[in-house]
C-alpha cells in the first residue's frame, strides 16, 4: 500500500530531484533560480509556494546542505493544521461533490467499503439522478461492498432521493450515509441550486445526522481545482477534499495551495482504479513521498 502511494507521487519527486540536484552545487545563480522556480510551478505547489521555497533557497544559498531539510520542514509546518476526517458515533451523512470526471462516484464507492471495514453499517444514496450508469455502477458496487443501496426510480429530484435514503437509514438504524451527488460545473447555476437545496433538506429535516461535505479533486487538473473547490464552497461548507487520479499524469502538489490558500484539508487520495486504491492521506508521509529520496 505505501509502494503504491509513493509510486503515485514520483511525477511530483521526479521534478524536486532535479531542483535539488541544482541546489547541490557550488554556486546558485539567478538563472538557476529561474530554472528551479519553473520546476516548482510545474508541481501545481502553487506561486505562493513556490515564492515561500524561493526565499528559503535564497536565505541558505551559503549552506546547500541545509535546504532540502529546510524546504522539507516547512512543507511539513504548512500542513500540521491538518485533522484526520473523523466520523463520530452519532448518525453521519456524507455528500460527495465534484466536477464530472472527478471520480465521484468510484469514490464514493470506496469511502463505503473503507468505512464497512471499521464496522460502520452504511447505506449509499444515488442521488445523479442525470446519469443512468451513475445508478447502476454504484448498485454494482453496493452489492461487492454488503451495504445498502438506495435509489428512487420514480423521482428525478435530487433531494427527494437523498431525503428517502435518510429516512431509510433511520429505520434500519444505519450509522453513515454517503451521498453521490451529480458532477456539475461551478458555473451551472441551476444544478449548483439543486446541491444548495440537498444541503438545506439535511440540515433542516434531519437534525440527528451530522453532515460532512467532501469534494472529489482531480489531481490532474491543477490549479483548476482551486476555482472548483471555491465554487463550491460559496453553496455548502466544504469539510474535506479527495485527491484522486494520483496515479496518472498527476503531479499532486495542489494539496498544498488547497490548505494555503482555502483552508480545506485532504483526507483521502486515490491512487488506483482499484476498489482498495483509497488512502487516507497523512501530511508527513506525504512530504515523504516528494521530497525522500529526491
Same mark, same amino acid.
Given at each position: 500500500?505505501?509502494?503504491?502511494?509513493?509510486?503515485?507521487?514520483?511525477?511530483?519527486?521526479?521534478?524536486?530531484?532535479?531542483?535539488?540536484?541544482?541546489?547541490?552545487?557550488?554556486?546558485?545563480?539567478?538563472?538557476?533560480?529561474?530554472?528551479?522556480?519553473?520546476?516548482?510551478?510545474?508541481?501545481?505547489?502553487?506561486?505562493?509556494?513556490?515564492?515561500?521555497?524561493?526565499?528559503?533557497?535564497?536565505?541558505?544559498?551559503?549552506?546547500?546542505?541545509?535546504?532540502?531539510?529546510?524546504?522539507?520542514?516547512?512543507?511539513?509546518?504548512?500542513?500540521?493544521?491538518?485533522?484526520?476526517?473523523?466520523?463520530?458515533?452519532?448518525?453521519?451523512?456524507?455528500?460527495?461533490?465534484?466536477?464530472?470526471?472527478?471520480?465521484?462516484?468510484?469514490?464514493?464507492?470506496?469511502?463505503?467499503?473503507?468505512?464497512?471495514?471499521?464496522?460502520?453499517?452504511?447505506?449509499?444514496?444515488?442521488?445523479?439522478?442525470?446519469?443512468?450508469?451513475?445508478?447502476?455502477?454504484?448498485?454494482?458496487?453496493? #452489492?461487492?461492498?454488503?451495504?445498502? *443501496?438506495?435509489?428512487?426510480?420514480?423521482? /428525478?429530484?435530487? %433531494? +427527494?432521493?437523498?431525503? $428517502?435514503? !435518510?429516512?431509510?437509514?433511520?429505520?434500519?438504524?444505519?450509522?453513515?450515509?454517503?451521498?453521490?451527488?451529480?458532477?456539475?460545473?461551478?458555473?451551472?447555476?441551476?444544478?449548483?441550486?439543486?446541491?444548495?437545496?440537498?444541503?438545506?433538506?439535511? #440540515?433542516?429535516?434531519?437534525?440527528? *445526522?451530522?453532515?460532512?461535505?467532501?469534494? /472529489?479533486?482531480? %489531481? +490532474?487538473?491543477?490549479? $483548476?481545482? !482551486?476555482?472548483?473547490?471555491?465554487?463550491?464552497?460559496?453553496?455548502?461548507?466544504?469539510?474535506?477534499?479527495?485527491?484522486?487520479?494520483?496515479?496518472?499524469?498527476?503531479?499532486?502538489?495542489?494539496?498544498?495551495?488547497?490548505?494555503?490558500?482555502?483552508?480545506?484539508?485532504?483526507?483521502?487520495?486515490?491512487?488506483?482504479?482499484?476498489?482498495?486504491?483509497?488512502?487516507?492521506?497523512?501530511?508527513?508521509?506525504?512530504?515523504?513521498?516528494?521530497?525522500?529520496?529526491?
Amino acid at each position: 500500500m505505501i509502494n503504491s502511494f509513493i509510486k503515485a507521487l514520483s511525477i511530483s519527486r521526479s521534478k524536486f530531484f532535479k531542483v535539488f540536484n541544482i541546489l547541490s552545487e557550488n554556486k546558485i545563480s539567478a538563472k538557476d533560480i529561474e530554472l528551479i522556480e519553473q520546476m516548482l510551478l510545474e508541481t501545481d505547489i502553487g506561486y505562493d509556494v513556490t515564492c515561500d521555497i524561493i526565499e528559503i533557497i535564497k536565505k541558505g544559498a551559503n549552506n546547500s546542505s541545509d535546504l532540502k531539510s529546510n524546504i522539507k520542514l516547512h512543507l511539513v509546518t504548512m500542513l500540521n493544521y491538518h485533522q484526520e476526517l473523523r466520523i463520530k458515533e452519532e448518525k453521519t451523512v456524507i455528500v460527495v461533490v465534484g466536477v464530472n470526471g472527478s471520480g465521484k462516484t468510484t469514490t464514493v464507492a470506496k469511502l463505503a467499503k473503507f468505512y464497512n471495514r471499521v464496522g460502520k453499517k452504511v447505506t449509499l444514496v444515488a442521488a445523479d439522478t442525470y446519469r443512468a450508469a451513475a445508478v447502476e455502477q454504484l448498485k454494482i458496487w453496493s #452489492e461487492r461492498v454488503g451495504c445498502r *443501496f438506495i435509489f428512487n426510480q420514480n423521482s /428525478t429530484e435530487p %433531494a +427527494s432521493v437523498v431525503f $428517502n435514503g !435518510l429516512e431509510s437509514a433511520i429505520a434500519k438504524d444505519d450509522d453513515l450515509v454517503i451521498v453521490d451527488t451529480a458532477g456539475r460545473l461551478h458555473t451551472s447555476e441551476n444544478l449548483m441550486k439543486e446541491l444548495a437545496k440537498i444541503n438545506r433538506v439535511i #440540515e433542516n429535516r434531519f437534525p440527528q *445526522f451530522s453532515k460532512i461535505s467532501l469534494i /472529489t479533486i482531480d %489531481a +490532474s487538473l491543477g490549479q $483548476n481545482s !482551486l476555482v472548483q473547490a471555491r465554487e463550491f464552497g460559496n453553496i455548502c461548507n466544504i469539510d474535506g477534499a479527495v485527491l484522486t487520479k494520483l496515479d496518472g499524469t498527476a503531479k499532486g502538489g495542489i494539496v498544498f495551495p488547497l490548505y494555503d490558500t482555502l483552508k480545506i484539508p485532504v483526507n483521502f487520495v486515490g491512487v488506483g482504479e482499484g476498489f482498495d486504491d483509497l488512502r487516507k492521506f497523512n501530511p508527513i508521509k506525504y512530504v515523504d513521498g516528494i521530497i525522500d529520496n529526491a
